[in-house]
């Protein structure tokens, strides 16, 4: 029997794995990488192959994760015993690269085990876990393709990965302390300080010192999370004023001490992956109330490099670990890089030899209805490719949003999403993004010939986009691709009823959307309804001062005759008159249909934030203000083709409410039920005229979980099937995708069938 797997595995102890598996078996034969994956021959009775086949997948080694496997019958040969043999270079390579991977158990065993070689050493890996996305320079995946190059195997090392019996067996970054990377804790000068550097970190995290961690990805940010006074200074330093802090904490059980979890959520936290995991905070968790102010949530997560281990269990309790850089910045992850820009935040920095290839961010996850809700896609998810239901006609290049971005290259049925990239407004986040295409050019051997981009000509993606040669540029509206990410990732081609609610979007008609209904497949789409549009007062500021979107609602709402006490017009008194002014002269004033800046109108009505610190911080601390148990909604009107959904019906109902003393809590949870109820409204009107039954929900605001599970729950008890995202963000992480599925639906469409 000739068999093929595809998908990730290779660099994973795939074929030491297979070896052994066909020696316990009794199955003879050979198994080899080639340009693809891993080809193999087995040779026994046919009830053996039938088991050999099945435990193939079912005991595959954790980090592998098998795509395809294909099994046709040859000719017996008549072996006796089953060899693993070189790698077939012939062809065009598909072979996956792994992920970064958590620390195993095993390698967790003897980092503590007194007696192995290994033992406290910071760079202990094996084929099961350790770096592999981070380290990798070029294909094919050997050592002298990743940033390991420079650290020559002792001879012990050497003999583990020669031995396809033992589990280091082509493990790339294999390495001891006699011949791998080394830790060293310098000051901010790079000078080094005395005493052992672990031991010397625990000491500085202890009394209260900003220490900088080199990762696997980039630079961290640590202190003591129980500390105020250690958190507020990395908050004054870093220039973070609100946003929360990422905390690592030692085990499961320390996690339990400072939040609730589901299984589900339990099982987010304890992968291989170890993203961040939002969390619901128990009362009375201790931790220092300025690592998540106003928040109801902790973002925790477990050690995932034998580094992080070995500090977590030196300083036996939870530690702010939170990306190393300054506000708006892309994380840091060269040595020199890191010194100069992170100099003024940190006391000392642990560092260590091993070169980052790659800069890539934490992963964010939650958990919603039972599955994950990714937040930010990267170490951990990254490059693990998203399988399109058919193959891509040509091979295509998507450069994402403006915000959040990521890129995406695809080739065949793959989608290679890149790790998060961030906001390219910032120089050094833009050369990040150049960088990065780069990169995936060569390590997945794409040559672009679309490129799928946003429609808005300001976005600096876009710009790269049309400065390309020898490439067909392909325009994708953001709410399009908002929705096709959805359909695209759940396999689907449409038509279905998208739903796409988010910040700003630049529309088909020049004005701002953000709050849609579209008829949309993959080709195609119609806009069937949207919110009523509002002005948006003073353009970019009313986005970080959401009191501005309070005064254009009220404006629409009540004009001239605005009830008196409102709380955010006195507080806003000195400039409220003018942004008044602006709205209604539509001079700096776009109209933006925007679902986001909705929310933030509301948020600064309730006085829950009239300026915000971080990008949604008014929407998320509105969301948490819900009184969960409240049933009460109000009703927003719908008129007009395309529908118009009236948001200046939930803000007068809003209003209302405040003005009976109402409380605040039932207030935002009656809007966040008016707003489900109106999507559910606008989808059955659009139900009825196109014969619809799918919704399909994206975009930033459905990563509120009391909008989105409330939403989700009316349309299926309405019998409607509903697609969310699960695999890539809602936000605009997930545009590539979209971009990247739209156009390849319409060359498809364009193909001579």
């Not at 020559?152 to 031995?163: I, K, L, P, T, V």
């Not at 906001?423 to 490129?451: A, M």
């Not at 409330?710 to 995202?725: D, K, N, P, Q, W």
């Given at each position: 029997?000739?068999?093929?797997?595809?998908?990730?595995?290779?660099?994973?102890?795939?074929?030491?794995?297979?070896?052994?598996?066909?020696?316990?078996?009794?199955?003879?034969?050979?198994?080899?990488?080639?340009?693809?994956?891993?080809?193999?021959?087995?040779?026994?009775?046919?009830?053996?192959?039938?088991?050999?086949?099945?435990?193939?997948?079912?005991?595959?080694?954790?980090?592998?994760?098998?795509?395809?496997?294909?099994?046709?019958?040859?000719?017996?040969?008549?072996?006796?015993?089953?060899?693993?043999?070189?790698?077939?270079?012939?062809?065009?390579?598909?072979?996956?690269?792994?992920?970064?991977?958590?620390?195993?158990?095993?390698?967790?065993?003897?980092?503590?085990?007194?007696?192995?070689?290994?033992?406290?050493?910071?760079?202990?890996?094996?084929?099961?876990?350790?770096?592999?996305?981070?380290?990798?320079?070029?294909?094919?995946?050997?050592?002298?393709?990743?940033?390991?190059?420079?650290?020559?195997?002792?001879?012990?090392?050497?003999?583990?990965?020669?031995?396809?019996?033992?589990?280091?067996?082509?493990?790339?970054?294999?390495?001891?302390?006699?011949?791998?990377?080394?830790?060293?804790?310098?000051?901010?000068?790079?000078?080094?300080?005395?005493?052992?550097?672990?031991?010397?970190?625990v000491a500085l995290l202890g009394s209260g010192r900003v220490v900088a961690v080199k990762g696997l990805g980039g630079y961290h940010l640590a202190a003591d999370a129980a500390s105020d006074d250690a958190v507020t200074a990395l908050r004054s330093r870093k220039r973070r004023e609100e946003k929360p802090f990422a905390v690592m904490v030692p085990d499961v059980d320390a996690a339990r001490r400072l939040a609730t979890m589901a299984p589900e959520e339990e099982r987010l936290l304890t992968s291989a992956r170890r993203p961040i995991v939002l969390l619901r905070r128990l009362a009375g968790a201790p931790v220092a109330p300025s690592v998540a102010p106003g928040n109801r949530f902790l973002g925790l997560m477990?050690?995932?490099?034998?580094?992080?281990?070995?500090?977590?269990?030196?300083?036996?309790?939870?530690?702010?670990?939170?990306?190393?850089?300054?506000?708006?910045?892309?994380?840091?992850?060269?040595?020199?890089?890191?010194?100069?820009?992170?100099?003024?935040?940190?006391?000392?920095?642990?560092?260590?030899?091993?070169?980052?290839?790659?800069?890539?961010?934490?992963?964010?996850?939650?958990?919603?209805?039972?599955?994950?809700?990714?937040?930010?896609?990267?170490?951990?998810?990254?490059?693990?490719?998203?399988?399109?239901?058919?193959?891509?006609?040509?091979?295509?290049?998507?450069?994402?949003?403006?915000?959040?971005?990521?890129?995406?290259?695809?080739?065949?049925?793959?989608?290679?999403?890149?790790?998060?990239?961030?906001?390219?407004?910032?120089?050094?986040?833009?050369?990040?993004?150049?960088?990065?295409?780069?990169?995936?050019?060569?390590?997945?051997?794409?040559?672009?010939?679309?490129?799928?981009?946003?429609?808005?000509?300001?976005?600096?993606?876009?710009?790269?986009?049309?400065?390309?040669?020898?490439?067909?540029?392909?325009?994708?509206?953001?709410?399009?691709?908002?929705?096709?990410?959805?359909?695209?990732?759940?396999?689907?081609?449409?038509?279905?009823?998208?739903?796409?609610?988010?910040?700003?979007?630049?529309?088909?008609?020049?004005?701002?959307?953000?709050?849609?209904?579209?008829?949309?497949?993959?080709?195609?789409?119609?806009?069937?309804?949207?919110?009523?549009?509002?002005?948006?007062?003073?353009?970019?500021?009313?986005?970080?001062?959401?009191?501005?979107?309070?005064?254009?609602?009220?404006?629409?709402a009540y004009g001239d005759g605005l009830p008196p006490g409102l709380d955010v017009v006195r507080r806003n008194q000195d400039r409220w008159a003018d942004v008044v002014a602006v709205a209604r002269s539509g001079l700096g004033s776009f109209a933006t249909s925007s679902a986001g800046r909705l929310f933030d109108a509301v948020a600064a009505i309730l006085g829950v934030r009239d300026r915000i610190a971080y990008e949604g911080q008014a929407a998320i601390e509105l969301e948490q203000l819900a009184e969960p148990s409240e049933p009460g909604a109000y009703r927003a009107g719908l008129e007009g083709d395309p529908l118009r959904v009236s948001g200046v019906d939930l803000v007068r109902a809003v209003v209302e409410?405040?003005?009976?003393?109402?409380?605040?809590?039932?207030?935002?949870?009656?809007?966040?039920?008016?707003?489900?109820?109106?999507?559910?409204?606008?989808?059955?009107?659009?139900?009825?005229?196109?014969?619809?039954?799918?919704?399909?929900?994206?975009?930033?605001?459905?990563?509120?979980?009391?909008?989105?599970?409330?939403?989700?729950?009316?349309?299926?008890?309405?019998?409607?099937?509903?697609?969310?995202?699960?695999?890539?963000?809602?936000?605009?992480?997930?545009?590539?995708?979209?971009?990247?599925?739209?156009?390849?639906?319409?060359?498809?469409?364009?193909?001579?069938?």
């Open positions: 029997m000739r068999v093929h797997l595809e998908g990730i595995v290779q660099g994973v102890g795939f074929r030491p794995f297979v070896h052994s598996l066909a020696s316990r078996l009794g199955v003879a034969g050979w198994v080899g990488n080639d340009t693809r994956g891993v080809a193999l021959e087995a040779e026994a009775e046919d009830e053996v192959l039938d088991r050999f086949l099945e435990a193939l997948e079912r005991e595959a080694p954790p980090m592998a994760v098998i795509e395809r496997l294909s099994a046709d019958p040859v000719a017996a040969r008549g072996e006796s015993v089953f060899a693993i043999v070189g790698s077939d270079a012939a062809g065009e390579r598909r072979a996956d690269v792994a992920p970064d991977a958590a620390t195993c158990e095993d390698c967790l065993g003897e980092l503590f085990d007194p007696s192995d070689r290994r033992f406290r050493y910071p760079f202990i890996n094996c084929t099961n876990c350790g770096p592999r996305f981070t380290i990798v320079r070029g294909i094919p995946y050997d050592r002298s393709n990743t940033t390991m190059a420079g650290f020559a195997m002792c001879e012990a090392c050497a003999s583990e990965y020669h031995d396809p019996a033992n589990r280091r067996f082509h493990a790339q970054p294999v390495c001891c302390p006699a011949c791998g990377p080394e830790l060293r804790l310098v000051d901010a000068h790079g000078e080094p300080l005395a005493g052992d550097p672990l031991e010397a970190t477990l050690p995932y490099t034998p580094i992080h281990h070995l500090l977590a269990r030196g300083l036996g309790r939870p530690f702010v670990l939170t990306s190393g850089n300054r506000s708006d910045e892309p994380i840091a992850f060269g040595d020199g890089d890191a010194l100069e820009r992170l100099g003024p935040i940190a006391d000392a920095f642990l560092v260590h030899d091993r070169p980052i290839h790659v800069r890539t961010d934490d992963s964010v996850v939650r958990e919603f209805r039972g599955r994950e809700m990714v937040l930010r896609r990267s170490r951990g998810s990254v490059p693990r490719p998203v399988r399109l239901r058919r193959p891509v006609p040509r091979p295509v290049l998507a450069v994402g949003a403006e915000l959040k971005n990521t890129f995406a290259l695809a080739k065949g049925d793959r989608v290679f999403l890149s790790h998060h990239i961030g906001d390219l407004e910032n120089y050094e986040t833009l050369r990040s993004f150049t960088e990065g295409i780069e990169h995936f050019r060569r390590l997945f051997q794409v040559r672009p010939e679309v490129c799928a981009h946003d429609l808005h000509p300001e976005y600096l993606s876009t710009k790269y986009a049309a400065d390309l040669d020898d490439v067909e540029l392909v325009g994708v509206q953001h709410h399009h691709a908002h929705v096709a990410s959805c359909l695209a990732e759940n396999g689907e081609d449409g038509p279905a009823i998208g739903v796409a609610f988010d910040g700003l979007g630049y529309g088909t008609d020049g004005t701002i959307w953000g709050g849609e209904l579209l008829v949309a497949g993959l080709t195609t789409f119609e806009r069937a309804g949207h919110f009523e549009p509002v002005p948006l007062p003073g353009g970019a500021a009313a986005i970080k001062e959401p009191w501005r979107m309070a005064a254009a609602y009220l404006n629409a409410d405040v003005g009976r003393g109402v409380d605040r809590g039932v207030v935002a949870a009656r809007f966040h039920n008016g707003v489900s109820d109106a999507v559910v409204a606008a989808v059955d009107r659009v139900s009825e005229r196109t014969g619809l039954r799918t919704a399909a929900l994206s975009g930033g605001v459905f990563q509120n979980l009391v909008l989105v599970d409330r939403t989700v729950a009316a349309l299926e008890a309405r019998g409607y099937r509903v697609l969310t995202h699960s695999r890539v963000p809602p936000n605009d992480g997930g545009i590539s995708l979209g971009q990247v599925a739209v156009a390849a639906a319409v060359h498809g469409a364009r193909s001579p069938r």
